[in-house]
């Protein structure tokens, strides 16, 4: 069984799991930034925000089957509606990819999302990622518009659904 759990930015024990996430999941960095995973990518997970959002708009959560955990997802609340959130990345490792776990994840999320009131959930995938693009499509998501960012390998594709 899936459960969720808050991680914090000051806490050593949560920044050396989402590494080990991002370690042992290391085509995603590869694919969307052509770059091996590193602490950056940690930074970036707990402290990267829309410009205009607090911190306290932000959440951080892992995903744990027993006491291990097997991916992490940071959201961003009331962005970029007051009635939606944006998932900025949701990644297993890769031994946990194809499991189901992504979906029960994005269904955990949207518990999160009801409670702040949101109808909404917006996300965005990089065009070299194409599992990511599958995935997102299979769990209802529609393409908004694409748009570039030098920071990627491809293309932005920004995907909206409604809370289920």
């Not at 707990?46 to 097997?70: C, Q, R, S």
């Amino acid at each position: 069984m899936l459960s969720i759990h808050a991680l914090t930015r000051d806490s050593v024990s949560d920044a050396a799991q989402v590494l080990r996430v991002f370690t042992e999941a290391p085509s995603y960095t590869q694919l969307v930034e052509g770059r091996p995973p590193s602490n950056a990518d940690v930074d970036d997970f707990f402290n990267g925000m829309p410009t205009g959002k607090a911190a306290t708009d932000k959440f951080t959560i892992g995903f744990y089957v027993g006491t291990d955990m097997l991916g992490c997802a940071d959201v961003i609340r009331a962005y970029p509606a007051s009635d939606c959130v944006f998932i900025g990345l949701l990644i297993f490792s890769e031994a946990h990819q194809s499991r189901g776990y992504g979906g029960t994840a994005l269904r955990l999320i949207e518990e999160l999302a009801r409670g702040w009131g949101s109808t909404m959930i917006q996300l965005a995938v990089i065009s070299t990622n194409p599992r990511a693009f599958a995935f997102w499509q299979r769990e209802g998501f529609e393409i908004l518009y694409r748009t570039s960012n030098p920071r990627f390998s491809g293309d932005v594709i920004v995907m909206k659904r409604a809370i289920q």
